[in-house]
């Protein structure tokens, strides 16, 4: 754990770095697009926890100074670590459904990057204002809650 905190920084530079290069690309990317908008991935429970778990990432990094709380990312992974199960099977049932890890890995990398272009075109104050709710919720959901959520959420969508 204390391992994780020590690479926090190392983290949030390569995600600036994806970001630098992602905007060099002038290849049009419509996971990319995609990725911009809340729901960023299909509509199944899998769909949803890797959204999830994307957004609390990138929340737990990016606001922790901006909501005066330097915990913010240990919550993050302590979710992580709580719900490591339904993660780990929420992501490869996504790559099955993508034909392997590796492409999931791209996809996850490239919703990970829209996410990011997201906070820098929205500012980090209003992005960590619209951000502060649902992240607090879902870092204090063990897996029970995370399971439930994910199937009452695909289930309003039938």
């Not at 670590?81 to 099955?96: G, H, K, P, V």
């Not at 607090?136 to 959520?149: F, H, I, K, N, S």
Request: charged share 20%.
């Amino acid at each position: 754990m204390k391992n994780l905190f020590t690479n926090a920084g190392s983290v949030v530079s390569i995600l600036l770095g994806a970001l630098i290069l992602a905007g060099c690309a002038e290849t049009h990317d419509p996971v990319l697009e995609t990725a911009q908008t809340p729901l960023m991935l299909g509509e199944s429970s899998a769909d949803r926890v890797v959204s999830l778990q994307t957004r609390t990432m990138l929340a737990g990094l990016a606001c922790g100074r901006v909501w005066g709380d330097p915990t913010a990312f240990a919550r993050y992974a302590s979710f992580t670590n709580r719900n490591a199960e339904i993660l780990r099977r929420s992501q490869r049932e996504l790559a099955d459904r993508m034909g392997g890890m590796a492409e999931f890995d791209r996809m996850h990398t490239r919703i990970s990057n829209g996410e990011s272009l997201r906070l820098l075109a929205m500012g980090d104050q209003y992005y960590c204002s619209e951000m502060r709710g649902p992240f607090y919720t879902a870092v204090a959901m063990g897996p029970d809650e995370l399971t439930r959520q994910s199937q009452v959420a695909q289930a309003s969508l039938r």
